[in-house]
């Protein structure tokens, strides 16, 4: 039978299930990277030629499959029961993620969700096939070696550095707890973490690799250090840089004990490591052996955090790595950009970096020729303002912004047509995932059981979105959530529920954090916080104000260009600009809040003032709520709310258009709102009455530590269980001060 045959040429039931659920297999995968590629679908009929898939049934699996890839690829798998089917369609599938010679990983996730409930043996790595020369030669380097490599975006400097993680490990006979991955950010730690074990012929050759940033509050638990030895060394874990540094000093002898073990540093963005961090990371080098190799990479066209350095000319960790070190740091370099094929993207990758590096002209005039060259090679540009209605259809499309406050005058316009999309900016609170409210929210007693816990999974992924749930297969498997909570919080057989409160609810692991404030839709965000991120489709905002208002120093002039081609840089496949917003005006209170005077005809009091800052939603007061909010998560999202003042007191409660109740806000917000006062000069002795056009872009979840389970006013199941959701709060909302 041929696919060109239609649904009623199928002779049994057997067969129309066996044509659907091979259909929804195929469309699913063609899809979950967010895109339709043409060669995709082509090889998709084919096969279906094959198979005796008729057409329409497969134009209608696609239909299908575009509304939850991962969820219907993962029913589909349950459905196709035969051991010489599976092997076939096994076969298919991984040929059609291959064909665009980029294995997403969305796709990889699905291959990896089949492999796994089939037993079908499918090796497949989100590396290049085979590594070029200049690759080659930094992840074989012997493991004393110490480098400094130069990569600029998009030349495989993760995989190169997880892959040489491997290497190291199965090749040269060094431990993978000697080995320590730093990095500057969160996102990065994330990424290498995830990728890591797909470079090593066996994944648990590397479990034991230490993988952290440099962060002045928890740098040394994330390296790894035991309760014991942080007591011991710092007396705590506040110690900040500085005082680690004074520490360092006068007790090295033990610090050389600490890492005398250590056989290997990976330093992921090094150009951003800059001031207390660079001389911290310094004088950690200082105690190495010398036996032990380090290997930095760094690209100085993509040094975007001088703003935050104390002094006019910041103190950099790779310039004072060079004198430390010597003869014995070695300079390698990639060169090749895997990012992309498109060819006006490549040129411009390269001509601009090209620019960065070598243009000592860092005026004005020379940002906007730089501005001007990323415009001429976008697929589109467009004149005027953000333009919300051009990113339908791009669900997982980076949209990327200079400022905070732009991002949010974005948000608040999607917010406001009701389009869905997801935030990702500094300021915003980092949640936990809410389906761990959904699973554990009704929780009694101290352990919970495997079969309990799968039979809640299924419940709650039946009962919510799948966006709550979470849309990602691997996720969505409840064995594989369950391995991973047990190896927090084991007991016995079952997961101890006490213990897991108090492992989540301080630092929990980023594979329980939400990446971003909302589930689905494109992402828009700074160029700052996306930095190290990719996407196929980028839509750039480049505003007339950016790069002449307000910056007229030659250092901020060369920063600007170098933020610049950061979020030029993001995009593998599309690079669309438009004109963003010019808000030039904008400040930000102490706290960094960011608001702006918009001054009307009838109101000269007017301010645009963010809201959905960490700090800014009370928790304890989701937690108080009869109902809980587990109804409203149902709703489609975002939801339009607002905040009204409590007669006779200083507290915001916020409802739903309908009434529903949602929360409180904190003091945090009447402070500001004061402080902004204050600063322009406008008398206040009460705050706005209410605060409109508030938005709940999704949901994350409140976890109790089980010792503080006596907080006064939660509803019984918050207090039994310790788990409950809490709204994802945003807005730019017009108050009057």
């Not at 995989?159 to 991955?181: F, M, P, T, Y």
Request: charge should be negative; include cysteine.
């Amino acid at each position: 039978m041929r696919a060109d045959a239609t649904a009623k040429d199928l002779r049994s039931a057997s067969e129309r299930d066996f044509a659907e659920n091979a259909g929804l297999l195929l469309a699913s995968l063609i899809l979950a990277d967010g895109t339709l590629n043409e060669n995709e679908v082509l090889l998709a009929r084919k096969a279906c030629d094959e198979f005796g898939i008729p057409g329409d049934i497969f134009d209608r699996m696609l239909g299908i499959a575009s509304a939850d890839p991962p969820g219907s690829f993962a029913k589909a798998l349950l459905r196709i029961e035969s051991p010489p089917d599976r092997e076939r369609l096994a076969s298919i599938l991984f040929e059609i993620a291959s064909v665009d010679e980029n294995l997403d990983r969305r796709e990889a996730q699905l291959l990896e969700a089949m492999r796994r409930n089939w037993g079908v043996a499918v090796a497949f790595f989100n590396k290049p096939i085979e590594w070029d020369a200049d690759q080659e030669r930094i992840i074989e380097a012997p493991g004393s070696r110490r480098m400094l490599v130069s990569a600029g975006p998009g030349m495989g400097k993760t995989a190169v550095a997880c892959s040489r993680v491997a290497h190291l490990v199965e090749k040269q006979d060094v431990s993978d707890g000697n080995i320590w991955l730093v990095s500057f950010t969160r996102a990065a730690i994330a990424e290498l973490k995830g990728r890591i074990g797909d470079f090593a012929e066996d994944p648990g050759n590397v479990f034991a690799v230490k993988i952290s940033t440099i962060d002045s509050q928890a740098w040394k638990i994330r390296y790894g250090f035991s309760p014991e030895e942080v007591e011991r060394l710092f007396g705590g874990f506040e110690t900040g840089i500085d005082a680690a540094l004074s520490l360092i000093d006068a007790r090295s002898d033990d610090f050389e004990d600490i890492f005398g073990a250590l056989e290997h540093i990976i330093i992921d963005e090094a150009q951003d490591i800059t001031g207390e961090r660079a001389r911290f990371l310094l004088r950690l080098i200082e105690l190495l052996p010398k036996s032990c190799g380090i290997t930095v990479f760094h690209d100085p066209a993509q040094a975007i955090y001088d703003y935050a350095a104390d002094d006019e000319a910041p103190f950099r960790f790779t310039d004072a790595l060079r004198t430390l070190l010597g003869s014995t740091l070695h300079d390698e370099s990639l060169k090749r950009i895997y990012r992309t094929e498109e060819r006006s993207l490549l040129k411009l990758y390269e001509d601009l970096r090209l620019d960065i590096l070598g243009n000592s002209d860092t005026g004005s005039e020379a940002f906007k020729a730089k501005a001007a060259m990323v415009k001429d090679a976008a697929k589109s540009v467009q004149k005027g303002n953000f333009d919300g209605d051009a990113l339908k259809g791009y669900d997982d499309a980076l949209v990327l912004f200079r400022k905070r406050i732009e991002v949010s005058q974005a948000s608040a316009f999607m917010a406001s047509s009701g389009i869905a999309h997801r935030l990702r900016m500094s300021g915003l609170p980092h949640m936990p995932l809410p389906w761990l409210a959904l699973v554990f929210g009704s929780t009694e007693g101290r352990s919970l059981s495997r079969a309990e816990f799968v039979d809640r999974c299924i419940s709650a992924r039946d009962t919510f979105p799948a966006e709550l749930y979470g849309d990602d297969i691997e996720s969505n498997a409840p064995e594989a959530r369950w391995e991973r909570l047990r190896r927090l919080a084991p007991a016995g057989k079952d997961i101890d529920l006490f213990k897991l409160r108090d492992r989540l609810a301080g630092a929990p692991p980023d594979e329980f954090m939400a990446p971003e404030f909302g589930h689905r839709g494109p992402i828009l965000g700074t160029i700052h916080a996306s930095k190290g991120r990719e996407a196929d489709h980028v839509f750039l905002q480049i505003n007339d104000g950016w790069g002449s208002q307000g910056r007229n120093r030659k250092a901020d002039f060369s920063e600007e260009a170098r933020v610049l081609f950061v979020g030029a840089t993001r995009a593998r496949r599309s690079l669309a600009v438009q004109g963003g917003f010019a808000m030039s005006s904008a400040c930000k209170t102490d706290g960094g809040r960011s608001y702006r005077h918009c001054p009307s005809f009838q109101h000269k009091n007017r301010y645009q003032f963010q809201l959905g800052l960490k700090g800014d939603f009370d928790p304890l007061s989701a937690g108080r709520l009869k109902p809980g909010l587990d109804e409203l998560a149902k709703r489609p999202l975002p939801i339009r709310c607002s905040a009204h003042l409590e007669e006779g007191s200083w507290v915001y409660r916020i409802r739903t258009e309908d009434g529903r109740p949602v929360g409180s806000l904190t003091n945090r917000v009447n402070n500001d709102l004061f402080e902004i006062a204050k600063r322009e000069s406008r008398p206040l002795r009460r705050t706005t009455d209410r605060i409109l056009n508030l938005f709940i872009m999704g949901f994350g979840t409140m976890i109790l530590p089980p010792g503080e389970s006596g907080i006064s006013g939660l509803r019984p199941d918050a207090q039994a269980s310790g788990f409950w959701l809490v709204p994802q709060i945003v807005g730019l909302p017009l108050v009057f001060i």
